[in-house]
Each structure stands twice: as structure tokens, then as C-alpha cells.
């Protein structure tokens, strides 16, 4: 008599058990790919700290640097000369090799051209660090509405694409802000704690699957068609 009721309730835990692993399965990635976007966004924006600080600290800069305004101009132009060719550059090798691996090597190199400032006061060598600075930005820039095309929420895509355009004045606004906080004698520690958060973000990257940054494979291929 009791063998019908227990066959009965394991025929409903076996046909209940794949939906709760598929519901499980859906929570998860959706997570992972909230909290991928999370990270571009912080480093979207610390990325920007260092333009809002070479604005809202020039002259103390310039007498740090002993440079005059012309030179001083040339950083905000080495930077945008790098972003340039990062960006003709990246056209090119972007389907070519592992996107997770390129974009690493691009914002760890972005935070060592920062770091770059706080230890020497050699002029040519920070001219070459903000053109690295410009240069390895350019992939984050490029990347991550990339990403948000591929792997974001298909109900989220233009809110996702909103916070990631945002996050850029955003950056500039907060490097205005630690300046003022630290004062512009304190320059050097502002690029400080950008490059170290940088670093810090950047690291968080490498605990994500491979597979959330697939060259090959778009949302719907790559995660069985399951959209949430």
C-alpha cells in the first residue's frame, strides 16, 4: 500500500527538479551578468577620475611638473592621441584573440599608466604614460557597450547602456570632488587611489567565466536561449 504513494512523489521530485535547476541556473547567470556590468561601470568611471583631477588641479600640476601651459596642454592631447590609435588598432585584433584576456591586459596596463604619475616627475616618461593612459582606455570604451549588446538583460539592454554612458562624467565629476576633498597639493594621492581601485576592479574580472565575454557566441547562444 505504501509503495504506490512513495513511487508517486518521486515521479513528482524528478519532474520538479529540472525546473528548480533551470529557475537556479537563470537567477545565477542573471547575477553574474548584474554584477559584470557593476564592475564595467566602476571602472568606466574610475577610469575618468584623472580627467576631472588634470582639469580641477592644473596649476598645481603645472608648478609640480614645472611645465609651462603649452606642455601641459600636450597631456590632454597625448590622451586623446592615444585613444585614437587604440581605437584603429582595436578594430582590428578585437576578434582576433580572447576578449576577457585583451581587456585585462588593456586596464591593468591603464592602471599602471596612472600609477606612472605618482613616481616619477620625469616629463617625458608621463607623456608616454598618458598616451598608454589613452591608448588602454580605448578598449574598455569600445568593450563594454559591446558586452551590453551581447550578454545584457534583453529588458535592461537601454537602461544598461544609459549607466555605462553615465558612468564617464560620472568619473569626471568624482575626480573634481577628491580634489577637492584632498586639495590639488595632494594630486599625486588622488592618481593614487584611482590606479589602486582600478587594479583592484579589474582583478574582480578574472573570476568571471570566459564564457560571459564569448568572441564566437552572443546571449542566446551561449546561455541556451534562457532570456530573464
Not at 541556473?25 to 547575477?31: G, I
Not at 598608454?132 to 549588446?149: E, K, L, Q, R, S
Not at 575626480?175 to 595632494?186: D, M, V
Amino acid at each position: 500500500m505504501d509503495e504506490k504513494p512513495r513511487e508517486s512523489s518521486k515521479s513528482l521530485l524528478s519532474s520538479i527538479s529540472p525546473i528548480i535547476e533551470k529557475k537556479i541556473d537563470v537567477v545565477l547567470k542573471r547575477s553574474i551578468r548584474w554584477i559584470t556590468m557593476f564592475l564595467f561601470i566602476l571602472i568606466n568611471m574610475t577610469m575618468m577620475i584623472d580627467t576631472g583631477l588634470f582639469s580641477s588641479a592644473s596649476t598645481k600640476i603645472k608648478e609640480a611638473l614645472i611645465i609651462d601651459d603649452k606642455k601641459f596642454g600636450l597631456f590632454g592631447s597625448c590622451n586623446h592621441c592615444g585613444r585614437i590609435l587604440g581605437t584603429i588598432i582595436f578594430m582590428f585584433i578585437f576578434n582576433l584573440f580572447n576578449r576577457k584576456n585583451l581587456l585585462l591586459i588593456a586596464l591593468y596596463l591603464n592602471s599602471l599608466s596612472i600609477f606612472v604619475f605618482t613616481i616619477t616627475s620625469i616629463v617625458p616618461i608621463l607623456f608616454i604614460a598618458r598616451i598608454m593612459n589613452g591608448f588602454c582606455a580605448t578598449f574598455g570604451f569600445i568593450y563594454f557597450p559591446i558586452w551590453i549588446d551581447q550578454f545584457g538583460i534583453q529588458a535592461k539592454k537601454t537602461v544598461m547602456m544609459s549607466l555605462i554612458q553615465m558612468a564617464s562624467p560620472l568619473g569626471m565629476v568624482l575626480g573634481y570632488t577628491i580634489n577637492t576633498f584632498l586639495g590639488s597639493n595632494r594630486w599625486k594621492i588622488t592618481l593614487l587611489i584611482e590606479s589602486i581601485c582600478l587594479f583592484c576592479f579589474v582583478s574582480i574580472i578574472i573570476l568571471i567565466p570566459k564564457k560571459y565575454f564569448s568572441k564566437k557566441l552572443c546571449f542566446k547562444q551561449h546561455f541556451d536561449g534562457v532570456e530573464s
